[in-house]
């Protein structure tokens, strides 16, 4: 089993509407949770961390975590062009060994249509 | 805050030589550094964990002889490629995790990273 899941995608959605992005990972303990957004031929921005179960939101997007599933997901509202982007799930896997070391998923294509 | 730069953003060497990056968080103090590469179209790479002031730890299959990391003060790293050779082209990626000040404190901040092309 993966350590870390993620939908290749490519998820292709209009200008306007809601993409989601999900995530599963392997180890129930993990604590810390995050997003990244990586534009071709560039490095992986922070999109959002996550730690409680639950909902969190910043601007246009929403990341939600359920521990109990081992599930996390990133919604965009409103999507935009410029949005089109590969995401990466990343998550400290207990299993992970060193402090602050994240495993990551193989990121999910999102392509907004205009 | 939590701005990680790198330098140089493009290097081309030929086959043999040895090229240093540099990975530099500038409006934070940083620990521990990562030091990723990533080829066209696949996923990142972690080569090998940085802490400052001691030895870095090298991933599996990692050559730490070819790959030098100095994590010589809090807010510098340098990743050496050593006898570079056309199979060590690849985007080379470096993180930083914050310990205090206006980042989060356990989360990787990427620098831009570097495209080195080996002739």
């Known amino acids: 089993q993966k350590e870390v899941e993620q939908n290749s995608g490519p998820l292709s959605v209009p200008e306007g509407a809601i993409a989601s992005l999900n995530c599963t990972y392997s180890?129930?303990?993990?604590?810390?949770f995050f997003w990244y957004r990586q534009y071709s031929g560039k490095s992986p921005e922070l999109i959002m961390s996550?730690?409680?179960?639950g909902d969190k939101e910043d601007g246009r997007f929403t990341a939600q975590l359920n521990k109990a599933s081992q599930y996390v997901s990133l919604l965009i509202r409103d999507s935009q062009p410029s949005d089109s982007a590969t995401y990466l799930c990343?998550?400290?896997?207990?299993?992970?060994?060193?402090?602050?070391?994240?495993?990551f998923g193989k990121g999910t294509l999102l392509t907004v249509n205009p | 805050g939590a701005v990680v730069s790198q330098h140089p953003s493009r290097v081309i060497c030929k086959s043999g030589t040895s090229v240093k990056i540099e990975c530099r968080s500038l409006?934070?103090?940083?620990?521990?550094m990562f030091w990723y590469r990533q080829f066209p179209k696949q996923s990142l790479m972690l080569m090998a964990t940085?802490?400052?002031?001691?030895?870095?730890?090298?991933e599996q299959g990692v050559e730490k002889d070819k790959f030098l990391i100095n994590h010589a003060s809090l807010t510098l790293s340098t990743l050496t490629v050593t006898s570079a050779h056309p199979e060590d082209s690849s985007f080379y990626i470096c993180?930083?995790?914050?310990?205090?000040?206006?980042?989060?404190?356990?989360?990787?901040?990427f620098g831009p990273g570097t495209r080195l092309t080996v002739l």
């Open positions: 993180s930083a995790v914050g310990t205090s000040g206006r980042v989060e404190t356990d989360t990787q901040y």
């Open positions: 180890d129930r303990g993990s604590q810390s």
């Open positions: 996550i730690y409680s179960n």
């Open positions: 990343a998550v400290n896997l207990l299993s992970g060994g060193s402090n602050y070391k994240l495993t």
């Open positions: 409006d934070f103090q940083a620990t521990t």
């Open positions: 940085s802490n400052e002031g001691s030895k870095a730890t090298y």
